[in-house]
């Protein structure tokens, strides 16, 4: 257990459909990262929360958003789905300094049918 | 913008033999970190290595080491003594450093690693 949490593990929704995938980070992470991995290819960075704000954005569709709560779970709303979007999510938490540890979470497989 | 080429979409080796996979990046920064990730077929992201680009000595960890070459941008990772367990996709990573407030990693497009027994 790397100590961030993903849930759900799997997910197979329709095209048009909306669902919420969620992230807890690692105890006392302050920082959470989306990325999404489509079928063999490298992670692509979504966005990036720290204590609650946005803090960079990298190549995410109009469709998605994201939001950091004040506990420090995270949840990625993807809207509208495609086909396209059919892939993995992965959420990672790190301390948000110099030097500190980066943490991936397990994943969430979204299937889109 | 940072950007990661790993230029072996596969590689093979013999169970116990020696294996280096190769990764280059461009980046205009001076201190920055770098990193391997193994993915087994789980897809679980497990970090194999890390090197600060301050360090002179290349990481070091069990099976595990780095070639870091800064003024090359060059960033090799070498497996010793093959095992079947480190069959996985491996990904080359890439992270500003922190303290300028944007610390997502830039991946490269893996090198898929198979051992032969």
């Known amino acids: 257990d790397s100590g961030v949490t993903q849930t759900p593990k799997h997910l197979i929704t329709a095209t048009g459909q909306r669902v919420t995938l969620r992230c807890s980070p690692r105890?006392?992470?302050?920082?959470v990262y989306w990325y999404q991995q489509s079928l063999d290819q490298g992670l692509q960075f979504l966005i990036q929360?720290?204590?609650?704000?946005?803090?960079a954005k990298g190549n995410i569709l109009e469709r998605f958003s994201a939001q950091q709560f004040p506990d420090l779970h995270s949840e990625l709303n993807l809207s509208s789905l495609e086909l396209g979007d059919s892939a993995l999510y992965f959420c990672?938490?790190?301390?948000?300094?110099?030097?500190?540890?980066?943490?991936f979470g397990s994943g969430t497989r979204l299937t889109v049918v | 913008a940072q950007t990661v080429t790993q230029s072996q979409p596969e590689m093979s080796v013999q169970e116990a033999e020696t294996v280096t996979l190769s990764c280059t990046y461009d980046?205009?920064?001076?201190?920055?970190?770098l990193f391997w990730y193994k993915q087994p077929p789980s897809r679980q992201m497990i970090l194999v290595i890390r090197?600060?680009?301050?360090?002179?000595q290349n990481a070091t960890e069990n099976r595990f080491s780095v070639n870091f070459q800064k003024a090359a941008k060059s960033f090799s990772l070498k497996i010793s003594d093959s095992q079947l367990g480190d069959a996985a996709m491996y990904f080359c990573?890439?992270?500003?450093?922190?303290?300028?407030?944007?610390?997502?990693?830039?991946f490269g497009t893996g090198t898929r690693l198979t051992i032969i027994p």
């Open positions: 990672a938490s790190s301390v948000g300094r110099r030097g500190g540890g980066y943490t």
């Open positions: 105890s006392g992470d302050l920082s």
């Open positions: 929360y720290y204590n609650g704000e946005e803090r």
């Open positions: 980046t205009s920064e001076s201190d920055y970190y």
């Open positions: 090197q600060e680009a301050y360090k002179q």
């Open positions: 990573a890439y992270r500003r450093d922190p303290n300028f407030g944007n610390e997502k990693l830039t």
